[in-house]
């Protein structure tokens, strides 16, 4: 099993090696480790030349070009620089740490992979030049959602996981002959059925997205090149299916007839299939054996579970803003003049005028101002904290029954109210045996009302566990800045222990330490009791979380809503 | 440089390629929002909005595209003008992360370090005059930015007061935005300041996602010759725009137009006189791209939810779109048949 994913990963290198600027590039999901470093030297030997690297802090003017301000400075005259993207014009750019990419730098890169060109305006130049680059993403999240920014994700075509690789699968393959293929590729053709095929196969993986078919065709095409040939034959658009559309499937497409979607089309006349297709293994429609190879790797994805658990956070990674380069100005402060910093041009100024006399001095023949880098100044700004308003709401048996629409409708009207006032919001659920994040921090509406709408209600209710998520979210939440405000709607009686499994006594216990560990956090807490008659279950809890308490018997979304916005504000 | 995709290659998205036309027949109408799931080709479309676009006359070398007569900085008031140079109507991306001073202008750094001068750098709103100003991801852009630039798109000039500099210039461009709504939406307050809102999602059809990919791989495979291809189409559309620019000033608006507007406004609850007044600009911009010589209900009836989509209050317990809920306020106002086209 292993050993074929690692001959997959291999194969996608000696793809994007082939046409890394039509085919956007890789998104690698794998830790650091000996698995991602044979990967990597593995397409380095592919490619004609080495890949470049971006860090992932890499300022404007090194990644599009600019002014090289110091340089300028010193030399009295404007020095060009050429950027880290038109430098790698025609290569492959890998990007380390990508998971934690800014959506600023994710929009730039994505455009240039539409375009083909960069084009920016810096420091009194215009920047215009081609830049056909494809990506390798180093995506080391370790949560499903974090990950890398979806915006750039959808334009690589291919998508590779590594881990679970043992030393052993990573054994060297068959010799390819990249340069043949490239140069193989501009003359390979399509038959007519392969858009139409891979377009279907699309839609019945739950890929909406069209660029997804589009970039298997490519695939398709780069495949046939590979395999010495000048036309596409069915199996190209199998491996390509498995390749580029199977690690995007939101949903294991129906085993048979019972699609609710488009039936997929009857096949072509295969009158236009090229004679030389020798592809008969099956006598199943062309579609339909397309589509199975690549349902025949979605369970080794982690889709065998409708997708729930490859359901990306709406809000991946841009939410946390460490660098305060906006908001209000607050000052100047030293600064280095990397481009990133914005540059107080007077402050600047200012400190570099006193030394004028001393430094003509030192440097005779130099006309008008002298600045030195340490002259720096930049602008500092002041931004307010994040808020983030977590609900964990009981969906169990006892409480939910009847109060989990109206719990629901608390949390889109909270949501409707946040978005206006630029908070987020996060949902966590429990019931059954555990607490699950079913709404990573967002602010769209669409994403909460999509999760909520099918937010199951029944079983028992694991309170311990969601104390222990919910406090982890709001710790994890307070690192990166931001304000979290716990809005917690339970009835308050816990029967299902840690573990997972039910009994009152260790449920308590449970509850009782985790409420303890919560406490010390000094979380802003509102309980909302959701029991028909105020518990005293649910007011024990919330003094032991330290929470106001709000038995609300009958109350509805509104007044739900109205009280949880008191502690908020 | 190959030519973007051909505006009129787009596959089916009837509501946003009408209404990147409406706005560009008449820029007052305020610009268009399009919303939407990725790969819809959004930015395909803005993108090739720039080949239909006829030709500007602008003074040689200004950086602020203007036109003989206008005020700009550094051209002192009356100076003698040289003949005009036609260019292509701007089309300028609004790259996210942009800061504030490359989008307004800022103090010429260069100059300023080198000589000591205090001389303006034009930005992104000076470039884009008399143009067209693109935004993808829009709903990810800092809040002051797009209040900035609305504010500025409102008032067709650029207020610069920072770094010692007191500059004003024209900054006349129809804003276009893009984003998708899975990412965060945009406040209510910014919605309703764009002219037209559209949501695009993935063709339904089959038949309809192969043609899209069949086009798209053509096109890559041979630009020129799928230029070719469309060339004519291109043409058509491109003087049906240059002639309802010209015309969209005379046609006229009949009080009863007037009066429907109003009473459909009122029938879906849009606050405020935004709603009717887009409403009237982008019916008459789809009456001359008719070559109409009167606004007629049925224009009205086109446009109708592209103008008014982001002004309704939302309720979010109500699932009911709304487009839908427009199309009811438009049968009750205008009788049936809206209804049909939306649930289609």
Redesign the interface.
Known sequence: MTAVAWHRAARAAAILAVDPA?LGGVVLQARAGPAREAWLALLNAYLPAPPRRLPPEIA?DRLLGG?DLTA??QA???VGATGLLVEADGGVIVVPMAERM???????L??VL??G?V???R??QRIDSASRVGLVLLDEAAEPDEGAQ??LT?RLALHVRLDDLAMADLSPPASTDIEQARERLASVR?PRHA??V???S??MLGV???????LA??AARVIAALSGRRMVRDTDLEEAAVMVLAPRATRMPAEDGQEDA?PP?PPEPQDDTPSDNTSTRSDAPLEDRVLEAARAILPELGLDDGGKSRARG??SG?GAVQHA??GRPAGSAKAKPDGRA??D??A??REAAPWQTLRRREMPGR???I?KSEDFRARRFFRPAESVVIFLVDASGSAAAARLAEAK?AV??M??EA??R?EKVALIAFRGSSADLILPP??????A?RQLAVLPGGGGTPLAAALIDGRHLAIQLRRRGATPYMVLLTDGRGNIALDGTPGRQQALIDTQAAAKAWAYEGLTTVLIDTANRPQPAAAELASALGARYLPLPRAD?KLISQAARATGT | MTQPFPFTAIVGQDEMKSSILLAAVDPSIGGVLVFGDRGTGKSTAVRALAALLPPIEVRPDCAYNSRPGEAVPGRAAGAPEDPTIEIPTPVVDLPLGATEDRVVGALDLERALAGGEKVFEPGLLARANRGFLYIDEVNLLEDHLVDLLLDVAASGENVVEREGLSIRHPARFVLVGSGNPEEGELRPQLLDRFGLSVEVGSPKDIEDRVEVIRRRDDYDRAPERFLRKWAAKERAVRRSLLAAQKSVKRVATPDAIIETAARLCAAVGSDGLRGELTLIRAARAAAALDRARTVRQAHLRRVAIPALRHRLRRDPLDETGSAVRIARAIDEVLGPEALKAAAE
């Open positions: 039509g404007d002014l300028t400075l009295g005259r404007p800014s959506a600023g730098l994710a929009g730039r994505a455009a539409d375009t060109r084009r920016a305006e420091a009194g979806a915006a959808e399509v858009a139409k891979l377009t279907a699309a839609a909406s997205s069209m660029r997804a078919p589009l065709l490519r488009q089309p709406a809000d841009s380069d906006h914005r540059l041009v007077l600047t100024l006309q008008g101002l600045v409708g889109e009207l949501l409707s978005y206006r630029r967002t602010r769209s509406l669409l994403a009302k979304a």
